[in-house]
């Protein structure tokens, strides 16, 4: 059974900085590409950060570039967030997806998707 | 970036109705757009990808169509379970983007 479990969310004052981890399990994880994507409260999805299975090829939405990085430990079946210089917009339910298919160089869509951390930006 | 303009925002409609949700995109996706299920509190479901293939285990009331910048999602028997919100998201390229979502209330 594929699962995906994120955890590291939590309260950080602005221009802090939190990691953010998404163990899988169920599934051979180097062969996919994984996604993070944030629902910000009440608000529709975003796409945040995409890396390739191998962790070579790395994608960043445009509000994030410069202050995420996305990583991935292929030996212990873990994706990573790290996010710096947090800003109040950045609040949201954070998501880690996996790619619908194997050997995408990115993420396409996603087919499972864990339960989601929550990161509170705020004084 | 490709916009994604999805209508109506929110939808009212019965049991047993039909029901069509629209995404356009701002530049041609081929068929690479997706849809996704969301219910509150709770992680999107994928329904649909590459326009209209059917993920596996999803009803077969779920349907997609479209090409090029405009695509519609249909339902076309409502049933009690499917009052959700519905995004489109595509995947032309590595940097995907959704639509703001469609709500499907009880009527």
């Known amino acids: 059974e594929v699962q995906l479990l994120e955890s590291g969310g939590g309260l950080v004052q602005p221009g802090g900085s939190l990691r953010l981890s998404c163990a899988a399990s169920?599934?051979?994880?180097?062969?996919?590409?994984m996604s993070w994507v944030r629902q910000a409260p009440g608000q529709g999805l975003e796409w945040v950060s995409g890396i390739s299975g191998s962790g070579g090829n790395t994608y960043y939405a445009d509000s994030v570039k410069g202050r995420f990085t996305v990583s991935r430990d292929n030996s212990k079946n873990t994706l990573h967030l790290q996010m710096n210089s947090l800003r109040a917009d950045d609040t949201a339910v954070y998501y880690c997806a996996r790619d619908h298919a194997p050997g995408h160089s990115g993420w396409y869509a996603g087919d499972y998707w864990g339960q989601g951390t929550l990161v509170t930006v705020s004084s | 970036d490709i916009q994604m303009t999805q209508s109506p925002s929110t939808l009212s409609a019965s049991v047993g109705d039909r029901v069509t949700i629209t995404c356009r995109t701002s530049?041609?996706?081929?068929?690479?757009l997706a849809w996704y299920q969301q219910k509150p509190g709770k992680a999107p479901k994928l329904l649909i990808y590459?326009?209209?293939s059917l993920e596996s285990g999803v009803p077969s009331r779920f349907s997609g169509s479209g090409s090029g910048t405009e695509f519609t999602l249909t339902i076309s028997s409502l049933q009690p379970d499917d009052f959700a919100t519905y995004y489109c998201?595509?995947?032309?390229?590595?940097?995907?983007?959704f639509g703001q979502g469609t709500k499907v209330e009880i009527k």
């Open positions: 590459k326009a209209s």
């Open positions: 169920g599934f051979t994880f180097s062969s996919y590409a």
């Open positions: 998201q595509q995947y032309n390229s590595y940097f995907p983007t």
């Open positions: 530049q041609s996706i081929s068929s690479w």
